[in-house]
């Protein structure tokens, strides 16, 4: 279903670029159902990876017919990946599917390069390509960075349990006028706006929440990602919900609804550790 999705948000998107469907943003001209196009690129990022799962499945089953329409699914996808612009959803994809070339090597042992080497350059190929497409868009780049600044000053100020829920976006402005008193000369002025999204879920979290709060979301995916996978659908889905936490590292997916039960389903799908078993009697 959400590989579906991904597919309707791509014919969209050209259509919105052939300029027969409107966007939904008056600065951007392709969004898909959504408001931004951020989001678009999030959702994206994850079919991505879901259409590399369906590749590999398909090579293993010997199934060419299928393996050549996904293949060309799959370039689909990232054509559409590419019409989004978001920078954002392009990090998430180039990492997940790092994420998925190193589990099936891992899982295969076909490699003779050390673990530490392979590890140092995929790396390095992340890093060299998050620098490059910071210089992309510059300003959009430092005005995040603005945000940050000041969302860590809140967090700073209430470490424990944070400011409380919806308490970031009642307060940021103040910081942010805060920030400009202190350094009027700061070249951030130019990009100073009003502000709705931290741009990163994280921070988010531990604004308003806390440590507390950040160290139970810590404790979820944990619990996660220390379960052993034992299939290539588990593989698939340890992938998938890391695109979906880099997505979340540079964007707001926890304030677009669609994406909201995007995440419960990815974790809804997911195995874990039992914890504790409760028996139940029939009479």
Known sequence: ????????????????????????????????????????GGLLAVCWIVSIFFIYENIQNKHRILTLSFCMIACFILYGLLLSGSRAGWTAALVGSMIFLWQWLKRKHTINVKPTLL??????????????????????????????????KIIKDYPLFGIGAG???????????????Q????????????????????????????????????????????????????????????????FSFFSYPSEVFPLEILFISIIGMMKSKTIKTFTISNS
């Open 1 to 40: 279903m959400v590989y579906i999705w991904g597919i309707t948000e791509v014919i969209i998107s050209i259509l919105q670029k052939a300029n027969y469907l409107e966007s939904n943003h008056h600065d951007f001209g392709i969004t898909g159902t959504f408001g931004n196009p951020g989001p678009l």
């Open 119 to 152: 590890k140092s350059g995929f790396l390095l190929i992340i890093t060299v390509f998050i620098i490059s497409i910071y210089f992309i868009r510059r300003d959009s780049a430092d005005g995040r960075l603005l945000i940050w600044y000041n969302t860590i």
């Open 167 to 181: 308490g970031w976006q009642a307060n940021y402005m103040l910081y942010q006028a805060e920030y400009f008193l």
């Open 183 to 246: 350094a009027p000369n700061s070249p951030y002025t130019l990009l100073a706006d009003n502000t709705f999204y931290t741009y990163n879920d994280f921070l988010h979290i531990t604004a308003e929440q806390g440590i507390v709060g950040l160290v139970v979301v810590s404790w979820l995916l944990y619990a996660l990602f220390s379960y052993k996978e034992k299939n290539n659908t588990d593989h698939c889905l340890k992938s998938v919900l890391i695109t979906f936490l880099v």
